[in-house]
């Protein structure tokens, strides 16, 4: 099978790059990443050598490259998006147009040439869950709370609307909170252990009481595969790891992993319509596919912390380096606590 993975420079996108060439040795896979703040070359040394993987820099909003790549293409796998919910409080626009027209203009290049187009989406389009109320499933009405999730559900409709109107063989995967290695440092889990790697203090927002549904970033490459393979064409299927924990949790457990105490939490004013609770139900991707969760959390975040203090080179280079002018930009001006989702 020839993919193109769009997005695959990126945090989830590198780690199923990865996995899809290690599993299948016969595969061949087009990487195309416009090499964003969070677009990473460096999370995919271990490819570059491998004769079925290709690497093309380019925008997904670009129609005549979208055209150029599909031509002899089996499936897409689109990740490449603007993904960051305090980013797009900041300003929507890259957002709109990555995740909207982005979208768009590859399924415009998928229906040219009737290509499988697997979109990969996020919880985040049903909103907000109280404390009782059930998780989300396939079903569950769309919500959209931030700019980011707006324009996530927007380009979740677009292509259900290409398999209804254009009968494009498509499906669609939306995931809980990812966490794993290669994640970008600005992100919670990340920024919380490379903050106390270098003697810092943690921003928790609020109370430290919103709950997110935690997914070791290998088992969703892992749910991908399940559904790229043996999903039903014009489906949806939602991935979470029954790992629903609050921030405070998640915040008291790296302390402890890294022998800190609790001076070290920075508590910090909330974001502006930060969703309380977010959690998935898995029962129909279990009983259709037979996916479960394969690593439970204290073991993921264990060998995510481990990775990280391994990998020190990777992201000081991310953190004071190439990215330095852009923080100061975005973030220095404003609170210190903007820098995860």
Not at 115 to 125: L, N, P, Y
Request: some cysteine; overall charge negative.
């Amino acid at each position: 099978m020839k993919l193109l993975v769009t997005g695959g420079a990126g945090f989830i996108g590198s780690n199923f790059i990865k996995y899809i060439l290690n599993k299948y040795p016969d595969y061949s896979v087009v990487n195309l990443d416009i090499l964003t703040y969070a677009g990473n070359l460096e999370n995919l040394k271990e490819a570059k050598n491998n004769p079925g993987y290709k690497f093309v820099k380019g925008d997904i909003c670009d129609r005549e490259l979208a055209d150029s790549l599909v031509k002899d293409i089996d499936a897409i796998v689109h990740f490449a998006a603007e993904s960051h919910v305090d980013r797009s409080i900041l300003d929507a626009s890259p957002f709109i147009k990555t995740n909207v027209l982005g979208t768009q203009v590859l399924l415009e290049a998928a229906r040219a040439k009737d290509v499988r187009f697997h979109h990969v989406s996020t919880d985040e389009v049903f909103g907000s869950l109280g404390p009782d109320d059930e998780p989300f499933n396939e079903n569950t009405p769309y919500g959209p709370r931030s700019p980011y999730s707006a324009s996530k559900a927007a380009s979740d409709h677009l292509v259900r609307a290409y398999f209804h109107t254009h009968n494009l063989p498509i499906t669609i995967s939306n995931c809980t909170n990812n966490y794993g290695p290669y994640q970008f440092p600005e992100k919670f889990i990340p920024l919380f252990v490379t903050n106390l790697l270098e003697g810092k203090k943690v921003p928790l927002y609020g109370d430290g009481l919103n709950v997110r549904d935690w997914l070791y970033t290998e088992d969703h490459c892992r749910a991908i595969d399940a559904v790229l393979h043996r999903g039903k064409i014009g489906e949806t299927y939602c991935v979470g790891g029954n790992c629903e924990k609050t921030n405070i949790e998640i915040a008291k457990t790296i302390l402890k992993l890294l022998d800190k105490d609790e001076s070290s939490i920075e508590p910090v004013k909330d974001r502006l319509g930060h969703d309380r609770r977010y959690a998935m139900s898995i029962k129909k991707i279990s009983e259709e596919l037979g996916w479960q969760p394969e690593v439970n959390f204290e073991e993921g975040l264990q060998k995510t912390i481990e990775w990280y203090k391994n990998n020190e080179n990777w992201w000081q280079k991310i953190k004071s380096g190439e990215y330095l002018d852009y923080y100061k930009v975005q973030y220095c001006e404003r609170n210190a606590h903007a820098r995860y989702a």
